[in-house]
């Protein structure tokens, strides 16, 4: 297969090394469901297209995702069941085939449904249904089951013609994702000042002292303290039910131990990038640090609903949480930090937060070359 083209196989291979569905120990359950699942949101996609055509952004490129969504748990399902992906298009045993030899290759703008391209969508639906209605979580005989997988691969290649999308653009877009998410090798990117002068970095460590003190008017409110000296604000909850949101400077930190970023710490530290004049304003700015300070509340509040990640490990995070989390920062730096390292970072802060809840107090360790946060008892 040449570097140039993607064979089925070959993508079958990429796509194994992030299913996560094995782990789960109930046969073709999970792949079958989600295959079933990105056909629904492929169907709603173009509903909402047809219903509100000018408050759509980005359908071409949601349909794109969609398809190869949509590939990735039909070649997770093949896998399960022994099958390759080339033997579901009619390739010899043993061989693989590539992208380019099941469709044309050619790719246009997708503008408005067409009413094929909703019944070929309506078929599609139909043969995951039929699947999903015979498959009972065993193996099952291996003939029918690849007569029913090519049906699915037959459909979703016409949807992905009508739809004028080449398949191989969204297995390609489809693998870079996962390796965004769930990599074989994590590698950490650059800290955003390494060229900075050192007064300008974010202290690669750092301890800061967290704790509540009791005030006047019977409120309770958070202190911080680094190297003997008072930092920030006081802080209360400002909400009208109390939840230990004064502890959320935290995250900030989080963001900027594992990360390398945060315009709130710079500006807590003193630490913002004043030697190139763009920088200072654009990235370590107001604004970045109101766009900051949304990411920390928006997270808090869906990690609220899940006892901040008690029980969450490394790749378990909504990969939608983790995604929305990146659409906030769209245009600053940190945009192009990878999912993975987003988790990182959300991971270790609500660790932290936990830490505080509970003890109401702790000392909080940077290590930012080491891209890690960690929070220890603060002596009395």
């Known amino acids: 297969m040449t570097a140039l083209s993607l064979g089925l196989n070959e993508y079958q291979i990429l796509a194994s090394r992030s299913d996560r569905t094995r782990d789960k120990g109930n046969g073709f359950d999970l792949p079958v469901l989600g295959l079933v699942g990105e056909v629904g949101s492929l169907l709603s996609e173009v509903k909402k297209r047809q219903r509100d055509k000018a408050a759509i952004i980005g359908y071409e490129q949601t349909v794109l995702e969609e398809l190869g969504d949509t590939l990735w748990y039909l070649a997770i399902t093949a896998d399960h069941a022994g099958i390759k992906l080339a033997a579901l298009a009619g390739a010899d045993p043993g061989s693989d085939l590539p992208?380019?030899?099941?469709?044309?290759?050619?790719?246009?703008?997708?503008?408005?449904?067409?009413?094929?391209?909703?019944k070929t969508l309506l078929r599609l639906t139909a043969a995951t249904g039929e699947l999903a209605a015979e498959v009972d979580g065993s193996h099952g005989d291996g003939i029918f089951l690849q007569t029913r997988l090519g049906s699915v691969l037959t459909h979703l290649v016409q949807a992905a013609n009508e739809a004028e999308v080449?398949?191989?653009?969204?297995?390609?877009?489809?693998?870079?994702?996962?390796?965004?998410?769930?990599p074989q090798e994590r590698v950490y990117p650059e800290l955003f000042d390494s060229a900075f002068p050192s007064d300008e970095q974010l202290p690669r460590t750092l301890e800061i002292d967290i704790y509540e003190r009791d005030a006047s008017n019977d409120k309770r409110y958070v202190l911080q303290s680094c190297n003997g000296l008072f930092i920030g604000d006081r802080l209360t909850d400002n909400i009208m039910e109390p939840d230990d949101y004064r502890f959320h400077d935290v995250f900030h930190y989080a963001y900027a131990a594992v990360l390398g970023w945060s315009p709130v710490t710079r500006a807590l530290l003193k630490r913002k990038r004043k030697s190139k004049a763009r920088v200072d304003e654009g990235e370590d700015g107001a604004r970045a640090s109101l766009i900051e300070e949304g990411v920390a509340t928006y997270v808090f509040g869906i990690a609220k609903d899940f006892d901040f990640f008690a029980n969450q490990k490394p790749g378990d995070l909504s990969l939608t949480l983790l995604k929305n989390v990146r659409q906030f920062v769209r245009g600053y730096e940190v945009h192009t930090s990878p999912l993975w390292l987003w988790e990182e970072a959300i991971l270790q802060g609500n660790h932290a937060f936990r830490y505080l809840r509970e003890n109401r107090r702790g000392r909080i360790k940077l290590a930012v070359e080491k891209r890690s946060l960690s929070i220890e008892e603060l002596p009395r």
Do not use: C
Request: proline share 8%.
């Open 99 to 118: 992208f380019t030899a099941l469709q044309p290759q050619h790719s246009l703008p997708l503008n408005t449904p067409s009413a094929q391209f909703e």
């Open 166 to 182: 080449l398949l191989e653009a969204a297995a390609r877009a489809n693998i870079q994702k996962t390796e965004d998410r769930w």
